[in-house]
């Protein structure tokens, strides 16, 4: 086969090298209320598994390319695949359920180009690595499978019929953020919205309105021009009779007023119309005001003690369908949060569509954002630490006006190390110097204080001895780095297994000790620093029930019962500011290996994957619905 792969790639039809990356363009904020285009719809695509490439400069990139009888053709875009965007290509072809790697994309769209308009192209996201060919020519590349990017396409746009290529890889390395091991579904393909959009001449590339730091009365923040070095900015809040000017030096404004907005709150999602305008260019966005804040071991809402009462979401849409990528599933995932009486959710493990943080603006629900640096990623590596900062500053353009989103998180469950904590420290500090009017945090993994805590009292208690409380004490310096920690804990689900495991013990003797002593537990984190359990939970398939007693793993009932040990320490425990359990729904993950009963799916989930509510459901929503815990 080489030998006939040699001659064809000097031939120019494959080719082995990566073609150059092309930076993408700084993002356009604020996307659905600028004059776009959308290209959603159905694509044409091709797998391409093969390690060569089909070379970027081959025919595929022309329009309406029609080969010659004679002529030998190895490989075209149209006549097969096609596949719907947004959309994952897992769950739209038998081939491509686990697939990593290489698919094409192309469509047409027609243009009625203006004069003085400028084009781009937005992405909400594409998993992993894109290459854009408009009319045949690279015009960028982006990686990250997250986060919304923008390239111009000015001088390549024709008027009429215009060709759009992208080959998307969603390969992963370990020197990727994620890196190939993850505990969900690496769906691959262009999952967000695709938009055209116009823009004048001149225009507002973005803006951070938000009330200061601690201020009740003060709005500040910037505006960001694009071909406007000079001239002025236009700030309107009419509800506020707010109407005010402000000089733009270097193509940035400053903003900075006093005001009396009413506070944004889970209670009250009030959001203003915030009108900005700058030369030929105007936008408006719904925005909320409200402060946050750590005082004195808790975390602050407009100045008041907030407890948060959280459920953790993959962004999966209920009913089978893969990603979630509308406005509707959004709504439809939040519904069930507030059914929970839930004031907060994390969006773990990534950041999530720009939908989703939009919605909980506008059901006054909290948010935990994230990146995903999980589990082991190359912690040594400058180029993986850049990554993260690239990552970071995608999702902080895209939300920063979001007034729901409190937490920054940086990253979830990674191993302790030098290299580990100086990679968080650079980080954090990286956060802090682009957004000071949010928390940053990160879910830690505590493995040495478990074997502390197997020592101290889970052995001693199988051998009879009875105490109080079980103490552990956190001592990740990552916690100190972070605003508010954040604890993953499993005693309900894996401990007692691997603790089992490792003493020799019968696996019931080894469960029921644990389950029953969970409401003994009482985690301490250095100075005071206020925690959230950021997961905690276990599995069940919906219908499959037991006897409470039997302790049957994977049973309704086991869920239900480890939620109820889980809540009662929870009462008692200080310091906890707040939770996000494992989590709102079912979800597929290629890990879940165990026929018959997971195949492919964590069942951690407090609803099905069609969102039928199992029993668990019912004993965190009783709780949040009576917990007395300060609110606001
Ligand atoms: C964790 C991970 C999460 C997994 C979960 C589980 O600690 O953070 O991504 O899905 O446990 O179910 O094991």
């Not at 069942?603 to 994957?609: A, E, P, V, Y």
Request: charged share 25%.
């Amino acid at each position: 086969l080489l030998s006939v792969l040699a001659p064809l790639q000097s031939q120019d039809i494959f080719e082995t090298q990566t073609v150059e990356d092309i930076p993408c363009a700084p993002l356009i904020g604020n996307i659905g209320a600028r004059h776009t285009q959308s290209l959603n719809g159905t694509w044409n695509a091709l797998i391409d598994p093969s390690v060569f490439s089909l070379n970027d400069r081959f025919h595929y990139l022309e329009r309406n390319y029609k080969p010659e009888p004679s002529e030998l053709v190895e490989a075209n875009l149209e006549d097969g695949l096609t596949l719907r965007v947004p959309g994952d290509w897992n769950t739209q072809d038998t081939r491509l359920v686990f697939y990593n790697g290489k698919v094409w994309y192309k469509r047409d769209f027609y243009v009625k180009k203006k004069d003085n308009k400028r084009y781009f192209l937005h992405f909400g996201a594409i998993n992993y690595k894109a290459q854009i060919y408009v009319n045949g020519e690279h015009v960028a590349s982006h990686t990250g499978g997250y986060t919304s990017f923008n390239c111009e396409v000015t001088k390549v746009l024709k008027e009429g019929e215009n060709l759009l290529v992208i080959k998307v890889n969603n390969a992963l390395t370990s020197d990727d953020i994620p890196t190939t091991s993850t505990d969900w579904m690496n769906y691959g393909g262009i999952t967000r919205d695709v938009d055209l959009v116009e823009m004048p001449a001149q225009f507002i590339r973005n803006y951070k309105i938000q009330l200061a730091p601690k201020s009740i009365d003060r709005i500040e923040g910037w505006v960001n021009l694009e071909g406007m070095p000079t001239g002025s900015v236009n700030l309107e809040i009419p509800e506020l009779n707010i109407r005010k000017t402000f000089p733009v030096t270097d193509g940035r404004a400053r903003v900075s007023l006093d005001a009396k907005p009413e506070l944004w709150s889970p209670e009250q999602p009030t959001l203003y119309t915030v009108r900005i305008s700058a030369g030929p260019d105007a936008v408006e966005d719904q925005i909320g005001f409200r402060t946050i804040a750590v005082e004195d071991g808790q975390v602050v809402l407009n100045g008041k003690p907030v407890f948060l009462k959280g459920i953790s979401i993959h962004e999966e849409a209920i009913g089978a369908n893969g990603r979630a990528s509308s406005e509707r599933e959004a709504a439809e995932l939040l519904t069930y949060a507030k059914e929970l009486n839930c004031n907060f959710v994390r969006l773990a493990h990534y950041t999530h569509n720009e939908y989703m943080a939009r919605q909980a603006d506008k059901m006054g629900i909290l948010v935990w954002s994230e990146i995903p640096v999980y589990w082991s990623v190359n912690f040594a590596s400058p180029a993986v630490l850049e990554m993260a900062k690239t990552r970071m500053d995608e999702m902080i353009a895209r939300d920063q006006n979001r007034a729901s989103i409190i937490f920054w998180s940086l990253g979830n469950e990674t191993p302790e190390s030098e290299a580990r904590n100086t990679f968080f420290g650079n980080l954090n500090k990286h956060v802090k110097s682009l957004d000071d009017t949010r928390l940053t945090t990160a879910a830690l993994i505590f493995n040495e204080e478990i074997q502390a805590m197997a020592r101290d009292y889970y052995f001693p208690t199988l051998a009879g001895k009875e105490f109080d409380v079980w103490d552990i004490e956190i001592n990740d310096p990552l916690a100190e780095i972070v605003d508010v920690a954040a604890i993953n804990q499993y005693f309900g689900w894996y401990y007692s297994g691997f603790l089992a495991a490792a003493a020799n013990l019968p696996p019931y003797q080894a469960r029921k000790t644990m389950l029953e002593n969970i409401p003994k537990i009482r985690f301490h984190v250095r100075n005071n620093k206020p925690f959230v359990f950021s997961e905690m939970g276990a599995g069940a398939k919906r219908g499959k029930t037991a006897d409470e007693e039997d302790l049957v793993v994977y049973s309704e009932e086991y869920q239900a019962k480890v939620y109820q040990n889980q809540v009662e320490m929870v009462k008692q425990q200080s310091g906890l500011v707040g939770m996000s359990p494992w989590i709102l729904k079912d979800f597929r993950s290629s890990m879940r290996l165990y026929q018959g009963v997971q195949d492919y799916w964590n069942l951690k989930g407090l609803i099905t994957d069609n969102g039928e509510r199992k029993k668990a459901f019912f004993v965190l929503q009783d709780f949040y619905g009576s917990w007395g815990a300060p609110t606001v």
